[in-house]
């Protein structure tokens, strides 16, 4: 059997984002790679632009990807036993019901979030555009 490793996706270009990622990187114990999707296959990873640019992706090859809280739930439960239980909780369907809309939210306001800059406010088409 291949060893198979998961891969976490976020938004690069988003201070609040990158933000989280570190976090994740230096608190939650993983052997998923997580990247910016900007210096990502997103091909590779049967990902567009458009899902990266929506939310957090977690992908596991051969299976479809998880996004927003799912993505997050993954990732914790790919992680030690306090994070494995917070990411079974985190996909609880009661729970999971809640997460979608709060996930939302914090994506709408991640420029207000800790972290956040105003670039993070603008969806990724209008943040690469040039300025005229």
């Known amino acids: ?4 490793t998961p891969t976490f996706v976020y938004d690069g270009d988003c201070a609040f984002c990158t933000s989280c990622a ?8 993983t052997e998923a790679t997580i990247v910016p999707w900007q210096f990502s296959n997103l091909h590779a990873l049967g990902l567009t632009e458009q899902q ?6 977690w992908v596991t090859p051969g299976t479809p990807p998880l996004a927003g809280p799912r ?5 914790l ?11 079974r909780l985190l996909d609880f369907p ?14 709408r306001n991640r420029h207000r979030m800790p972290g956040g800059t105003a670039a993070c406010v603008l969806p990724h088409a209008q943040r690469s555009a040039p300025q005229t």
């Not at 993505?71 to 990732?75: E, G, N, Q, R």
């Open 77 to 87: 439960r790919s992680s030690t036993l306090r994070w494995r239980l917070l990411g």
């Open 22 to 29: 570190r976090y994740a990187q230096r608190r939650v114990p």
């Open 1 to 4: 059997m291949k060893n198979v």
């Open 94 to 107: 009661p729970v999971r019901a809640v997460a979608w809309p709060t996930y939302r939210w914090v994506a």
């Open 71 to 75: 993505a997050i739930a993954a990732l």
């Open 52 to 57: 990266c640019d929506d939310a957090v992706q």
